[in-house]
């Protein structure tokens, strides 16, 4: 076998052993790449913080497109510093939920929101809420890696920063440490200055967490963050929601049931824009309450 | 420890949000600025103009006097800008279908492409030059003549025609073609029977936005058709147009001639938008999106 | 040989067509191929036949056409650097007011402003194409020259201390009433391309832009600008190239001076305007009118090749889409005078 090569992370030191590309190509018997060769997520390395989590406790959630009534009157809870999955048939309304959260559902035209999100006491639909702080404190994963094109690695992670006029060196602290939490440190610091678009796709997608997680949110909602990765990538993905979850509160969006249970600690099950089941994941998957959710989680229907 | 407030915003940066987003809001109404005060303007100083004599008489050439009125650049317009369109019509029409059925992507068709979307760009005066060149010089079939303007109009019109025409004919469904031909037509029937009747109220949409820029154009038709007074309506002969009768009255000092170049201004601007309005009504009729 | 179930009387397939049916085919392809190819040698031609025309001029002043300073009709000498000059410095006004503002209404159409007034004001926009040359000639002529001079008069006089923009007597017909009917004639261009191309940012990045918290102004910055940038330069270009050529309204509001304008409000010259009015009196002398085909060849040429880098950038700016073919921008609804 051939003897894998050491990586020394100190940020200063220009290894030019680096890996020019994504996913290392040899796998172990366990089925992951030998430690040595990769980057672990490092979430401590964003400092320490300061109190505990945040829960997102939603109340009387309803939302339109247009006519269409798409939430049906959700209450729900996420746990601060728990990793929640949405599961459900496509349709049923998980990805608009969770855009609630946020309130970027507002911004499709003719659609709207009706009802309170609280991010511990405060109301995101409180009156004169402004939607650019709410979206500061709660961070969003997209399905498709959407690393901005025009910009450099670093850049893309600066992005969020910048907007509130955060000082240079600051910045390059802040780059590096959101880049050592995700696991890509090693992959990408000798190229910070390449395009964005020029990693590959498991890449790009750590690097969008990496540019969320730079602006440090309370909650981070991912809307079926792997379902465009290859299971590699999928897999070195959850195992960094795993560490996340330490620092922030995770609501996860997924399709795929063997995620839900491989990652969160809780699941909900949705149907039709409404809540059907929410409980501790092997609950759900083993012994759900529902009968309709025993049917999907059977793979009976959806 | 609970949270008590949301991030905060900074003044600043609302700020400067809502400047811009004035900025942007105040440049668009500058954007609209100059059409509502040419609108204005032309009704209002060529309204007053338009009488019966205006649309019946034709300009005398007189500087004192009766000067007339402009029926016969109305006509000479008309004539020949009917002429240049049939000419680039069917000829825009036929190099779009070379585009879109047989040419494709090949290189010969990608170069074609390119060239008509450069004559695009070439200046309206550059192709007046040309037909005079070409023409009128040689003393083809006269010295200034109508059909002359013609030919330098529909080479404007051309590009026009050939992009609009091309966006629309592959607007039509391959499937359509397709199905025609898994049921054994051949090539000419198919694009004979299928595909320009379904293109049809698009192809008819880009011709008619070629004529209305065709109708407005005055340089190509200094140099081929020059100007004439009296009633010619001989497209061998020179003949008045439109847009060659108010850039002659503008430079008139006789403010008489002034707004008779406002009235046939008001003329013009009319008979274009109501070329455009009709593309625009077959437009919504089209069948396909 | 008797017919079988493939073939027929004459050993023919069944499956083949006819030489005789397959003609009409044949007659429309080719009929077609020639007549695109027809458009290519003729623009070949009429080039050839505009350097020919010019050549006199050019043996005869050779550089000195282009550079030299000093238009003198009477005594048949034909330096045309006002022709130049005029010519670029009212394009470069129509294009430093023109821009700014086509892409404000670009970005208002496609980002801010409530949907149901996105088709109307686009509509109005564009109907600014509509509007002839020679009445946008006729309206500057008898509406803004005469209202902006009291304007310009104490513009040149407060600023006399910058070069060229200051100082001096404004005079009716101007650089400057040129260059400004010359940005609203090119606003519907630039702005239709940029709106084109604004239109094609992926929602996914103005997404991304927002769920970071920023502002409505601050994702136009972070996520549609950047990537329209090449698609817009495209468009000033195709704008300028417009510009450029502009010849009856200019004509009409520059002055026709056969000078090199020292500043603002001078009166000058263009290349375009120089042959509109010059073509009749130099209709008899030859080598008058041979230096008016020199100024259209040097204007065609110049028009070429700004539409040329143009057009690469628009193609540029197509970040890999490959819709339409050739230029993959087609904005359809085209000005309607150039001269």
Redesign the interface.
Known sequence: MIPPETHTHDPISHDTNSHRSGEPTTVSATGRPPEEERDRPDVSALGVREGAGHAVDVAGLHAYYGDQHAIRGIDLTFPANEVTAIIGPSGCGKSTMVRCINRMHEEIPGARAEGSVKLDDLDIYGPGVDVTSVRRMIGMVFQKPNPFPTMSIFDNVAAGLKLTGVKRDNLRESVHRALRAVGLWGEVKNRLSEPGTGLSGGQQQRLCIARTIAVEPEVILMDEPCSALDPIATLRVEELIDELKERYTIVIVTHNMQQAARVANSTVFMLDGEVVEHAPTSQVFTNPRDERTERYVTGKFG | ??????????PA??R??RI??G??????A???I??I??LY??IY?GASSLNGAFFTTDPTGNFFGNQGGVRSAILGSLEIVGLASLIAIP?GI??A???T?????AR???????????????????F???VY??LVTSHVGGDFTGWKGSVALSL?M?P?VV??S??VL?LVPSGLREAALALGA???RV?SRVVLPTALPGLLT?SL?AV??G??????L??TVSVAFGATADLGAQMNTL?VQ??ND??SPNSAL?NR??GA?LT??LL??IV?LVARAVARRSRMA | MASSATTVPGGRSRFERSPVSRLPDRVLRWGLTALAAAILVLLGYFFIRLIGESATTFNTFGLSFVFGNDWDVSRSIYHGFPLLFGTIVTSVIALIIGVPVAISAALFVTELCPPRLRGPLTILVDLLAAVPSVVYGLWGVFVLEPKLLPAEKWFASTFSFIPFLGGGTPTLPNYFVAGLILAIMILPIVSAIAREVMATVPAEHKEAALALGATRWEMIRMAVLPYSRPGITGGAMLGLGRALGETIAVVLVIGNAPVIGSHLFNQGYSLAAVIANEFSEAAATPVHRSALFAAGLVLFVLTLIVNVIARWFIARGQHGQRGTGGTGVTVVALPAGEN
């Open positions: 420890m609970s949270l008590t407030e949301f991030a905060p915003v900074s940066r609302r400067t949000d811009m987003r900025l942007l809001m105040a440049g668009t500058v954007a609209l100059p059409l005060l040419v303007y032309l100083r000829i036929g190099v279908l070379y585009l059925e047989y040419g494709k992507q010969f068709a990608n170069v074609v492409r390119y060239f008509v979307d450069v004559m695009t760009g070439v200046p309206s005066i550059v007046g030059l040309f060149i070409v404007l051309l026009v992009r609009a091309e966006v592959l051949p090539r000419w694009v880009g936005l209305a820029r109708m407005g154009e005055t340089a190509p200094l140099f847009p108010i850039y503008i430079s002034n170049a406002w201004a013009l601007v274009i938008l455009n």
